[in-house]
């Protein structure tokens, strides 16, 4: 008798066509719906609990609050880097503790077999249209236009003062 042994991969979740299709989990158990930011700015980062460009936080707070008219920054914790993914950690109050108002989402996984949807839509030029690229570390930010594209990635010692980056938040 012959027998066929079948590998199966995991399927990977579906991947939205667009940047308004995500509906995340926030930090505070409610939902972030990218729905909501229609005709404004996107600017994406993978923030740490604890890292070496923590100060980052400041900064991205700053911009968020000079901005928000036209400019939403969402934030993704991401442990790929500093802590092993899947290892509990409390973030309930990472917004209090860096003292910011911008949306942060549950812990996600931003690289590898179990990345995110959203993260490969940001990171395959097959979804974002732009390009693809590599999570180099905490803090990559990845810009989309107030039309849902995405149209800039910097990298993660960019600081959110850089006047390339406030350049194409202002550019129209």
Same mark, same amino acid.
């Given at each position: 008798?012959?027998?066929?042994?079948?590998?199966?991969?995991?399927?990977?979740?579906?991947?939205?066509?667009?940047?308004?299709?995500?509906?995340?989990?926030?930090?505070?158990?409610?939902?972030?719906?990218?729905?909501?930011?229609?005709?404004?700015?996107?600017? =994406?980062?993978?923030?740490?609990?604890?890292?070496?460009?923590?100060?980052?936080?400041?900064?991205?707070?700053?911009?968020?609050?000079?901005?928000?008219?036209?400019? *939403?920054? *969402?934030?993704?914790?991401?442990? &790929?880097?500093? =802590?092993?993914?899947?290892?509990?950690?409390?973030?309930?109050?990472?917004?209090?503790?860096?003292?910011?108002?911008?949306? =942060?989402?549950?812990?996600?996984?931003?690289?590898?077999?179990?990345?995110?949807?959203?993260?490969?839509?940001?990171?395959?030029?097959?979804?974002?249209?732009?390009?693809?690229?590599? =999570?180099?570390?905490?803090?990559?930010?990845?810009?989309?236009?107030?039309?849902?594209?995405?149209?800039?990635?910097?990298?993660?010692?960019?600081?959110?003062? &850089?006047?390339?980056?406030?350049?194409?938040?202002?550019?129209?």
């Amino acid at each position: 008798m012959l027998k066929f042994l079948f590998l199966f991969t995991p399927v990977k979740q579906d991947v939205p066509k667009s940047i308004y299709d995500f509906k995340v989990t926030a930090l505070n158990g409610s939902t972030i719906d990218f729905s909501a930011y229609k005709g404004k700015k996107i600017l =994406i980062v993978n923030t740490p609990l604890n890292a070496y460009y923590s100060h980052q936080y400041a900064e991205l707070e700053t911009l968020y609050e000079k901005h928000k008219d036209n400019l *939403v920054v *969402v934030a993704f914790l991401a442990q &790929d880097f500093a =802590i092993p993914p899947g290892s509990h950690q409390d973030t309930s109050s990472v917004g209090k503790h860096y003292d910011v108002t911008f949306p =942060i989402a549950a812990k996600t996984i931003i690289r590898g077999d179990q990345m995110a949807p959203i993260y490969e839509w940001l990171t395959n030029v097959e979804y974002n249209h732009l390009k693809s690229t590599e =999570i180099k570390w905490d803090f990559q930010k990845y810009l989309i236009n107030e039309q849902g594209q995405m149209v800039a990635e910097f990298d993660p010692k960019i600081r959110p003062t &850089d006047p390339n980056l406030i350049a194409a938040i202002e550019q129209k």
